[in-house]
């Protein structure tokens, strides 16, 4: 079984700055890593997935994230936020193989300060 | 493409009544997965369907829940005899599994069940 971790629930920032979403989780087999925002009154929209490869992978609106299987941790980060950027943000794991069900963090409700 | 859609988009019912929720599929997808949302969670996996064949059910997923999907398109989520705990946005998402290596669930824009 997979579980996800997103220890911060709300995160403001201020319009410009950078942001780190942190997202841990823990498997017993080996998974894919998944990002996806969720705006208001909207449905899941993926930002990135990690599947295999560089450790390092780039998705939309300038979010980034990279993979570290020693700390079994996937952040998210943007150097510079944007108002639009306002949105709960999910972080998502699936197994190899096997089930495909995606497993979600809690979420982090992103909230940007002009 | 025209992206997952979902009907009703909200839905008010009264605790003991039965209620259907519709999801249409992106048209070539063959899998299609059912998640349910409540306040302040992530979406919680309840079931999905290759094709036509329901593979895999969560515990969550009571005996007042079923789920459809005839001809491997569009599904319907029946719950029976509502309870106030079943209020919750239920999502649908749908992909073409591992073919292509894309892996990616693309999601409607969810169902929002009220039980009063």
């Known amino acids: 079984a997979q579980s996800v971790t997103q220890l911060d629930s709300q995160v403001p920032v201020f319009e410009e700055a950078p942001v780190e979403l942190r997202c841990n989780y823990s498997?017993?087999?080996?998974?894919?890593l998944f990002w996806y925002v969720q705006y208001p009154n909207q449905g899941l929209q993926l930002l990135l997935k990690?599947?295999?490869?560089?450790?390092l992978v780039k998705g939309i609106n300038g979010f980034e994230a990279e993979f570290n299987k020693s700390q079994t941790s996937f952040h998210l980060r943007k150097p510079s936020v944007h108002i639009s950027d306002t949105a709960e943000y999910f972080c998502?794991?699936?197994?190899?193989?096997?089930?495909?069900?995606?497993?979600f963090g809690t979420g982090t409700r992103l909230t940007i300060i002009p | 493409d025209t992206g997952v859609s979902q009907n009703p988009r909200h839905k008010i019912t009264k605790r003991g009544q039965n209620v259907t929720f519709r999801c249409d599929p992106i048209?070539?997808?063959?899998?299609l997965y059912w998640y349910r949302q409540t306040l302040g969670q992530g979406p919680e996996f309840l079931t999905y369907?290759?094709?036509?064949?329901?593979?895999?059910k969560s515990r969550l997923l009571s005996d007042r829940f079923s789920a459809e999907r005839p001809k491997g398109s569009f599904s319907t989520l029946e719950i029976q005899r509502t309870e106030q705990g079943d209020s919750a946005m239920y999502l649908c998402?749908?992909?073409?599994?591992?073919?292509?290596?894309?892996?990616?669930?693309?999601f409607g824009p969810g169902t929002r069940l009220t039980v009063t």
């Open positions: 990690y599947l295999s490869g560089s450790t």
């Open positions: 048209s070539e997808h063959n899998r």
């Open positions: 998402a749908s992909s073409l599994g591992d073919i292509g290596h894309s892996y990616e669930q693309y």
């Open positions: 369907f290759q094709n036509e064949a329901q593979l895999e």
């Open positions: 498997s017993s087999v080996s998974v894919y």
């Open positions: 998502a794991v699936r197994a190899y193989f096997g089930n495909e069900k995606l497993t």
